[in-house]
């Protein structure tokens, strides 16, 4: 598995999202399954937040993660109506309680809310003294945000990138790039979607012998500072993607995907999911 540099520490650019995993008890055991073979196959950047499944997705991975905690580098999100001096470290409590754990190796605000940012990063600085979290970042902020944000100490921001959601590259993702800070991009497999279905995708596709999904992260992967998150729960998806990593597109696959699929033209809100 190829690696970048975040937070001090070489992290495997393709890791594993976590949303929607841990609503359905009947479906716990397969969702542990595939984040332990997704470990075993390098995926060991694990993506969650106390958000999803109100805990249920740190729940599902503290049980992944035990007995192999120092294999993995994990990361949760605060919501942002915790995110104050109070809030932040009672919600970190709650997420290593449940991830089963002393530390999270990088916590992230999962948009930005009510509390001033200054009061935020204060309660991020101090849970990285105590030693509760390695390091800390943002997700869903845009240049603006991150310009008012001005903390060279921000690890990564976690925004939505795939081929269909492109809006990034016109200012946000050089950005990050200049200031050396990886964009996780999430979404990257536009959620199992209608994505996969485009023409020109299965064709590169089929060019490869791999699959649409598989071609949708190498083409977010070709590019310097940035990780993909992929969720995946079927064990079939889980060993694509991890294979995903070593896919390299030609000049001719770029240029056809840029014809299916624009790149932006001029500023775009950035988008969410
Ligand atoms: N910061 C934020 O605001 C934010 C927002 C959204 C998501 N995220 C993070 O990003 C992660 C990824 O985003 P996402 O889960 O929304 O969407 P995604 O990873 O783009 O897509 C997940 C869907 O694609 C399917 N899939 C996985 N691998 C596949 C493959 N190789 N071929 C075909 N289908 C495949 C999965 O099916 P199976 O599960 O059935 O295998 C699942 O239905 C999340 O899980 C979460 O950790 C963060």
């Not at 999100?77 to 915790?82: E, S």
């Not at 991830?99 to 940012?117: A, E, N, S, V």
């Amino acid at each position: 598995m190829r690696t970048l540099q975040l937070a001090n520490t070489h992290v495997p650019i393709i890791g594993q999202g976590t949303w929607q995993m841990g609503e359905a008890s009947t479906r716990h055991k397969e969702e542990v399954a595939a984040l332990r073979q997704g470990i075993d196959l390098g995926m060991t950047l694990i993506d969650t937040a106390e958000m999803y499944a109100e805990g249920g997705a740190e729940r599902v991975v503290g049980e992944a993660i035990a007995g192999q905690r120092d294999k993995v580098f994990l990361v949760s999100k605060v919501y942002p109506h915790n995110a104050s001096h109070k809030g932040i470290p009672e919600a970190c409590e709650r997420s290593l309680h449940r991830l089963k754990t002393d530390h999270i190796d990088l916590y992230l605000l999962h948009w930005r809310g009510q509390f001033p940012l200054e009061e935020t990063v204060e309660a991020f600085e101090r849970l990285r003294e105590s030693g509760k979290i390695g390091r800390w970042g943002v997700s869903n902020f845009d240049v603006d945000d991150l310009l008012e944000l001005n903390a060279p100490a921000c690890a990564t921001n976690q925004v939505l990138y795939n081929l269909e959601q492109r809006g990034i590259e016109f200012d946000l993702l050089p950005w990050c790039q200049r200031h050396i800070m990886p964009v996780m991009a999430y979404c990257p497999i536009g959620q199992g979607g209608k994505m996969l279905a485009n023409a020109t995708l299965k064709q590169v596709a089929a060019r490869h012998g791999v699959t649409p999904a598989q071609v949708s992260l190498a083409w977010l992967l070709r590019q310097d500072g940035v990780i993909a998150i992929p969720k995946a729960v079927r064990p079939e998806h889980v060993r694509l993607n991890a294979q995903a990593a070593q896919l390299q597109l030609e000049a001719g696959d770029l240029e056809a995907l840029d014809q299916a699929f624009h790149a932006p033209k001029r500023k775009q809100r950035l988008a969410m999911v």
